[in-house]
């Protein structure tokens, strides 16, 4: 999904949101007014901006203030920035990591929440962590060579940190006494979108064939088995505006899903219809071909979103929808330069103001940053 049109997925969805029991009879939960949970374990991820562990948490509460978290007596965050519908809040912590790890297998959070009655309660989550955490795993870049704006690249701004496919109804997870809100498949997902002289486009960008990036090879980032695709969803023809409505049963566009050796699945979204020469049950290796960069599903501009999948259970993919409700994975880059940054909304501009060099740094072993522009 690109740059804040992309939202338009994150609102679609967050519309689904629920108001659940609070005091399910069946949970054994003591203190009903609060329950937290974690969809995955906290994971460490390395981009141009630092290094930091991320882990989202899902809070059930009548009203939200804020989370302050502690290791020791040291507050290393107050996060208010939640997503919030009704009774149910999601917080998405991204904390400076130590290149040493910590001692201590601890952290604290504070939580400042308000009751049914308004009044001001407080409640104490103790997360265990790991000492240390290992680096992610690394994936070739999905696109050719150039020059690439790494539009919504992991951050704790990024609007795919915030994009939540809830549940329609939460499920209770027993072994943390807390309530499941929804699966986050684009946590650390990236959308490419080519720039040659600055600009992603010639002309206005009204033609899809403007844009630098459109009917560009898609690569594969990491070999393994084809295991899911689609083919015949139409691309949008004019670039800054949907020729169809969006759900989760087509928003991804075109898609080409990759179950790696590590269980991992590569996902690379909005391909150019019938430009897919993969299929399921073929085994593709590193760089291969697997379509045409295209405007299909939820994309109001030619762009390759892409992202890495969690899979521990082992689920099989059997309908377009499941790809959503299944968590992310951090991953990393072995080398590309970064050429400066833009602002969010960078593509959104009219008339575009050229994208400008001030830096020609060559980074390794991460992930670009949010609006990052980098050469390949």
């Not at 403007?210 to 899911?228: H, M, Q, S």
Request: proline letters at 7%; charged letters at 20%.
């Amino acid at each position: 999904m690109l740059n804040n049109r992309g939202q338009l997925l994150f609102l679609l969805v967050l519309t689904l949101f629920f108001s659940c029991n609070k005091d399910d009879e069946n949970s054994g939960k003591t203190q009903s007014d609060i329950f937290v949970a974690l969809p995955t374990s906290p994971v460490k991820l390395i981009n141009t901006d630092g290094t930091w562990l991320v882990y989202e948490m899902h809070i059930i509460a009548p009203k939200m203030d804020r989370v302050n978290v502690f290791y020791n007596d040291t507050q290393l965050l107050s996060y208010t920035q939640f997503i919030t519908k009704g009774n149910a809040h999601i917080a998405s912590i991204w904390l400076e990591y130590p290149e040493a790890g910590w001692d201590k297998e601890l952290l604290r959070h504070n939580f400042e929440y308000r009751d049914a009655a308004n009044n001001q309660k407080s409640y104490v989550y103790n997360l265990k962590i790991d000492q240390q955490y290992p680096d992610p795993a690394t994936v070739a870049f999905p696109v050719p060579q150039g020059v690439w704006l790494a539009e919504g690249a992991p951050s704790a701004s990024s609007y795919h940190t915030r994009a939540i496919f809830p549940y329609s109804e939460p499920v209770f997870d027993y072994e943390q006494q807390g309530y499941l809100i929804g699966n986050n498949p684009q946590r650390y997902a990236i959308d490419y979108a080519m720039l040659v002289n600055g600009l992603p486009y010639i002309n206005d960008g009204k033609n899809l064939t403007d844009w630098y990036c459109y009917n560009l090879p898609v690569l594969a980032a990491k070999g393994g088995k084809v295991i899911f695709t689609e083919n015949s969803i139409p691309d949008n023809t004019t670039p800054f505006e949907l020729d169809y409505p969006t759900d989760i049963t087509n928003a991804n566009g075109n898609v080409v899903f990759v179950e790696h050796t590590d269980g991992t699945i590569g996902t690379y979204c909005h391909l150019v219809p019938n430009s897919i020469v993969v299929e399921v049950g073929d085994i593709v290796t590193t760089g291969q071909e697997l379509g045409r960069l295209g405007n299909s599903g939820n994309s109001f501009a030619p762009h390759l979103h892409m992202h890495v999948l969690l899979n521990p259970e082992g689920k099989t993919l059997e309908s377009y929808e499941d790809g959503f409700f299944m968590e992310s994975s951090p991953y990393k880059f072995a080398q590309f330069a970064k050429l400066g940054d833009v602002a969010p909304g960078f593509l959104d501009q009219t008339p575009i103001v050229p994208f400008t060099s001030n830096t020609s740094e060559v980074y390794s072993d991460m992930l670009p940053s949010e609006s990052d522009v980098i050469e390949l």
